[in-house]
């Protein structure tokens, strides 16, 4: 406890200057005018805004980025509940109760319960993430070359099974950004591996596919709703405070909700979509009056917003201790932060204690930020919801291309950024999702120094994955995972 | 043809391809055991599998819709995809010697007119404020480093 209290206030020195606060705040900013665009969600929020972390020492890096992808959490909701359009998947669940509330002339509330939510949401998953964070990377510097290359190979099949679609498809997806993760000389061995040009002699940047595939493809995506234009009266949204009742109603939902967010949101590739959809069944077979459900219930909004925050700090906890992303937008943050030279994962904890634990404390300051932005300014912030989509493409396409020239000065990842954004495209279009290719293409390097450092240990025996009990553990857990996909299919084929 | 079809006989092409490539890979009997080819050669042999998998139960399921990529029917998504893939590929060969201001509002002016279709003044408005912000915001206040290409001689910072 002593120890924990101690990297805290070591996390707050950090956290507390004013360049930081002020990045927290501009990052907070920026992240909520994104999630609330829609169509555009926390991935390509932090995607995009990469560039403006440039120049930037790695601790206020990362604590913007933090901050883009809570302010893009916060912002989500705010076009689900005025447009019943959400900014990205895990606010779908927001459009359920908070647009019909808004349709009763209760936009206000709406939007206040939603940001209350978020921020009580974000609060609770911030203090599971302190208390987690330390033990779980203490318990991860002694994972060998096995136990690593079971946790990966759990960390891609829960992404398998927890993205929608077929499983079939999940594997085709990890094949193929395991495929793009082996491109280049081999670290071992010097070998050159699937260098067709000279510009792949290093490998491919996964932050430049991480570019096209969340923000060029999601724009691509746009392409067929250019004329889309939001309406959005002001006047009738009323005060943005919650009533007694609404105190009342919301304080169950935000103390299931929010556990139930952060440990789906430690699952890798699970996310705030599982999240919102499970905590919104909770609330709804918790309720009295289940009916009310769906026509503005005030327990349908606040229980997955909560979840849907709570998920975001849950998200953290594999990035930070184990190098592991949990979600889409964890995976753009740890590519954002090797370019700056940090490795997230247990030694973090160990040699940088001032960046782990600036950030985690940045979180919590950038919390109460949020909510000061998200209630005074929730008014005007909606007003951009009347920007029409044919004006803000282009700038997040502007963006994501300045973005890519950034990150090694080459021409050829324009090239890769083009080619990435289309393949993402097409994928899409045959329902391969993307999240495990992504895992794939930042573990793959990993997976496979870990794979081969085991055989070579065990001179070439599987049996070493098996022979200790906690690689054992995570191959368990990777069955099992693969079983209970199979068992929600009911089949391994979805169209 | 359907989608799980579709998708079956990509993984199938993809995952050949990456096997023929593997086969390639030079191996040098160093201290590595194990070897370069190793990992691939199992890589593609999940994505294999997973392709014959899909196509099999394809054609063993009872209802097959067709899949249909939209090239006619959304032919204006499709040319403004490949409009924008192509400007972005020359964007990032001329950002050198025209420099950024000029490439960007380049790139800009095509992109918007490409989706705000029409609205010329508009346009030009955001796509010249869009590169003067951003090379202010990053060649001057950030300090990073931005090619000034042919206004390399008129540019005062």
């Not at chain 1, 560039?51 to 790695?58: D, Q, R, S, W």
């Amino acid at each position: 406890m002593d120890t924990v209290f101690h990297n805290l206030m070591l996390g707050f020195d950090v956290a507390l200057t004013p360049v930081n606060i002020m990045w927290v705040f501009i990052g907070g900013l920026l992240g909520t005018v994104i999630g609330m665009l829609p169509g555009l969600g926390p991935a390509t929020g932090v995607a995009v805004l990469i560039p403006v972390t440039y120049g930037m020492n790695p601790t206020t890096a990362l604590i913007t980025m933090c901050a883009v992808y809570y302010g893009a959490m916060f912002g989500g909701s705010r076009a689900s509940i005025m447009i019943n359009t959400p900014g990205d998947a895990s606010a779908i669940v927001t459009c359920f109760d908070g647009y019909p509330m808004a349709k009763k002339g209760k936009a206000g509330e709406a939007l206040a319960i939603s940001a209350w939510a978020s921020f009580v949401g974000g609060m609770a998953g911030m203090v599971f993430l302190i208390f987690l964070t330390a033990p779980v990377a203490a318990m991860a510097l002694k994972f060998g070359p096995a136990e690593k290359f079971s946790l990966m190979l759990f960390a891609l099949t829960a992404t398998i099974t927890l993205s929608e679609g077929s499983i079939l498809k999940g594997f085709i997806a990890m094949g193929l950004g395991l495929m793009m993760a082996t491109i280049g000389l081999d670290g071992q061995s010097g070998a050159s591996r699937f260098v067709f040009v000279e510009d792949l002699q290093d490998g491919i940047d996964f932050l430049v596919i991480m570019i096209g595939f969340y923000a060029v493809t999601e724009v691509f995506k746009n392409f067929s709703d250019i004329d889309q234009q939001y309406s959005v009266d002001a006047k009738s949204i009323g005060s943005v405070s919650m009533s007694k009742e609404a105190w009342r109603r919301s304080f169950m939902p935000w103390l299931r909700g929010s556990p139930l967010g952060f440990l789906v949101g430690v699952l890798p590739g699970a996310g705030g979509t599982i999240a919102t959809f499970l905590s919104y069944a909770v609330e709804k077979s918790a309720s009295k009056k289940p009916e009310e459900f769906g026509h503005g219930a005030v327990e349908g909004l606040a229980g997955p917003e909560s979840a849907n925050n709570a998920c975001s700090c849950g998200a953290l906890v594999p990035l930070l201790t184990l190098g592991i992303p949990g979600s889409g937008t964890a995976a753009v943050m740890l590519g954002a932060l090797m370019m700056l030279g940090v490795r997230p994962g247990p030694v973090l904890f160990e040699q940088h204690p001032e960046v782990a634990w600036g950030v985690i404390a940045s979180m919590l300051v950038g919390n109460i930020v949020l909510l000061a932005i998200n209630l005074p300014l929730a008014i005007p912030l909606v007003q951009l919801l009347k920007i029409p989509q044919r004006i803000m493409l282009p700038l997040v396409l502007g963006m994501g291309f300045m973005g890519t020239y950034f990150l090694n000065y080459s021409s050829f990842d324009f090239i890769l950024v083009s080619v990435s954004a289309l393949g993402g495209y097409m994928l899409g279009k045959l329902s391969i999702p993307i999240p495990p290719l992504v895992l794939a293409l930042i573990l793959g390097g990993m997976t496979e120094q870990s794979y081969r450092n085991a055989l070579q240990i065990s001179n070439g025996s599987i049996s070493i994955f098996y022979e200790k009990p906690i690689s054992l553990a995570f191959l368990i857990m990777a069955v099992i995972s693969l079983v209970y996909a199979l068992k929600r299919h009911g089949k391994i084929v979805k169209v | 043809m359907t989608k799980n079809m579709q998708s079956g006989i990509f993984a199938v092409i993809i995952g050949l391809a990456y096997l023929a490539g593997t086969f390639k890979i030079p191996v040098f009997e160093t201290g590595d055991s194990i070897g370069p080819r190793s990992f691939p050669f199992l890589i593609a042999a999940i994505v294999l599998i997973s392709g014959v998998a899909l196509i099999i139960n394809d054609l063993r399921a009872k209802e097959r819709k067709p899949f249909s990529w939209g090239f006619v029917a959304h032919s204006a998504v499709w040319l403004r995809i490949a409009a924008t893939i192509f400007f972005g590929i020359a964007f990032g060969l001329v950002l050198d010697t025209l420099g950024y201001l000029i490439a960007m509002f380049l790139f800009m002016i095509i992109i918007t007119e490409l989706i705000n279709v029409g609205r010329h003044k508009q346009n030009l408005i955001i796509s010249l404020a869009f590169a003067l912000i951003s090379f202010l915001s990053f060649a001057v206040l950030l300090k990073l480093s931005l090619p000034r290409g042919l206004l390399g001689g008129i540019l005062p910072f």
